[in-house]
């Protein structure tokens, strides 16, 4: 790959401090920031839980759990070429939006499932069609929100901090794992237990979400 030639910045002999906190004095990117943060929060309380349903409350074999976690990232795959043209087309913001919606509606399914119902978890996988947008959409959108010179100091603070959250979300998780057990409620032939409260927390938090991302202005998007 060929050195792209760059004009000398006069930022980059700018002090450190200052070079980190520029990115926090643009509105855009503190709400994209607030965006994958508040996601990867309500994302990450949930997630660690999801194989503990299967393997305890399901009772599915080890191996069963891992071939539908491959179904997810197989179907991921295969409809990544088809995200990369949308975003091509419209931009990196309306596609995010998309995939972020059809992923919000993951935990809302998980509701659903019960020993008996266990066969639609593999339907349930295949929405991992909407992983590659989420996957690769922190990078593209920040890239292409940051200057064309220095963005490393966007990167490294969006990393920092949507990364501290995402780690503190899977302790939250389990905090409010230990705080809803035994507390059960029915509605019908379905009986919602202490990891199906955290789906609910998640998937609400995934839908919330969608309103910051609305505020965030993409150029060129439509």
Same mark, same amino acid.
């Given at each position: 790959i060929p050195e792209v030639a760059r004009e000398p910045s006069h930022e980059e002999g700018a002090p450190l401090g200052?070079?980190? *906190? %520029?990115?926090? $004095? &643009?509105? #855009?990117?503190r709400r994209v920031l607030s965006f994958y943060s508040f996601w990867n929060l309500a994302c990450n309380v949930a997630t660690p839980f999801f194989a503990v349903y299967m393997l &305890? $409350?399901? @009772?599915?074999?080890?191996?069963?759990?891992?071939v539908l976690a491959t179904l997810s990232s197989l179907c991921g795959l295969v409809a #990544?070429?088809?995200? %990369? $043209? *949308? !975003?091509? +087309?419209? @931009?990196?913001?309306?596609?995010?939006?998309? %995939?972020?919606?059809g992923d919000a509606l993951y935990p809302l399914w998980w509701l659903l499932v019960s020993p008996e119902w266990s066969w639609l978890l593999i339907p349930i996988h295949c929405s991992g069609v909407f992983s590659a947008p989420l996957a690769? @959409?922190? #990078?593209?959108?920040? *890239? +292409?929100? /940051?200057? =064309?010179? #220095? =963005? /490393?100091p966007y990167m490294a603070v969006f990393n920092t901090v949507v990364g501290s959250i995402t780690a503190l979300a899977a302790v939250a998780g389990g905090y409010l794992a230990g705080a809803f057990t035994g507390l059960t409620? /029915?509605? @019908?032939?379905? !009986?919602f237990e202490v990891l199906q409260w955290l789906f609910l927390i998640s998937a609400l938090g995934r839908l919330g979400s969608l309103g910051l991302l609305g505020s965030v202005a993409e150029p060129r998007a439509k």
């Open positions: 200052r070079l980190f *906190l %520029a990115p926090l $004095r &643009e509105r #855009n990117f &305890e $409350r399901l @009772g599915l074999p080890f191996w069963y759990v891992t #990544n070429p088809f995200w %990369a $043209r *949308l !975003s091509q +087309k419209f @931009g990196h913001r309306p596609v995010i939006f998309v %995939a972020t919606l690769v @959409g922190p #990078n593209n959108v920040v *890239l +292409k929100l /940051s200057p =064309a010179r #220095n =963005a /490393s409620w /029915s509605l @019908g032939p379905f !009986s």
